[in-house]
């Protein structure tokens, strides 16, 4: 009897050693111009995301993480070199990634992941190499496939409006013998928004206006189609969960979900705003990460890089300007920061600014005070702003609501983030404020040394007009490189 006890205890011992996972794959799910609370996790009852909200359920709901830039390519560029946009040599929209970077991916596929990346891209062709397939998707919503080589391969003839189309089969082409990280992008809820995106549209009278814009019934339209592009890109996300949890490999895979920046409306995306750069961000590991837990400390995607190596048990390379948030996973009331730091440049009009954010306080630093905080050319082109435009003529805006119309506009803003999470009270004059206001100033000169960002920046000029959204006569595509601007040195 003694016998078989021993036996029978050894059985389970290697039973129970051979379940031990391994190192944890990753999904890194990126939504393109979603605002952080368009979703039911963080309280948005009208938008349906039945599962965003499984992800927040069964995981972390981080609710101060942030992106680097409100502006698409300079986000991603920052998020996959762990680098400050400014230090990306793509800080500006459209400019590509150079080759001499150095991403996590690289980093993972050289120990032994297999790295994949479908849907939007929006990185240029020097960097494809560092995964092992890339599915992009291409003009018009149709897939262009992408070997490791970074040579096209052949353009797959079906429709994809949202970019998510190979999100699946991507995972389902994965080695079964090698952990694996998925860049998976969307096209959704990027303008141009279009009717019946989903059989079952949002209503107008359902939506929730911010209060910088005007509530009024174009604004409620074009609100109600953002909506529906978001719940398309949420269907897509339960495909893959779906599919994990069909391979068994959900217990020991990472998802996270965030956004590029905030959402295609004015006084959004392109500003320095939370509506600009607060992300969402949910991550459901089941073998590590507590089911419904929250987190409020500061996360920057600058730090996505350096945690994904953490948790694979890599060193982060010395070109990685963030810090990973791993201890967080465990310990949600750890803090790895004190502060984030955000920048806008071009996008589609100049631009120069900077902002650094407490837990409370938001500085912003207009470098470009004589210009005002116009959207980018898509969102001045939309329902929304033609209406807005068509209010202010009539005086019929708040002051809040003329913001994307104001010039100039302070050199300097002070947000009580807590007390004002809209950010429509600036406090930068206000006296009881100007410890805070000079402690705030002195940590964004001193991060601007550190990170070797220049006060003027690399500037350009409008290749759209302010006001219609209309391209100008000078708007250049391929836009100009980082190295053409500065005269061919970098």
Partial sequence: MNALLILAA???????????????NFILIIADDMAWEDCGAYGNKAVRTPNLDQLAREGMRFDRAFVTASSCSPSRASLLTGRYPHSTDAEQLHWPLPKAQVTFAEQLKASGYWTA??????LGNEVKDRFDVVHEAGAGGFQLQVGADGKAKKMVAEKDE???????????ARPKDKPFFLWLA?????RDYVTNAIPNPHKPADVVVPPYLPDAPDTRRDLALYYDEITRLDGFIGQVLAELEKQGAAENTVILFITDNGRAFPRCKTTLYDSGIRTPLLVRW?????????????VSTVDF????????GLPAPPSFQGRSFAPLLTNPAAKTREHIFAEHNWHDYDAHKRAVRSERFKYIRNFDADLPNTPPADAVRSLTFVEMRRLRDAGKLTLAQLAPFQKPKPAEELYDVDADPHELRNLAGDP???VTLAQLRDTLARWQRETSDPANGVRAKDEFDRETGEPLPNRQRPRPTKAQLLGGTL
């Fill in 10 to 24: 050894l059985l389970l011992g290697l039973l129970s050693a051979s379940a031990v996972p391994g190192r944890p």
């Fill in 117 to 122: 990346a479908a849907g939007k891209w929006h």
């Fill in 162 to 172: 949202s970019g998510c189309g190979q999100w699946v089969s991507t995972l389902q």
């Fill in 186 to 190: 969307a096209l959704d809820p990027h």
């Fill in 286 to 298: 089941p073998a590590q990460v507590k089911a419904g837990s929250t987190c409020g400390g500061l």
């Fill in 305 to 312: 890089g350096p945690t994904f190596l953490e948790l694979a």
């Fill in 432 to 434: 009881r404020h100007v």
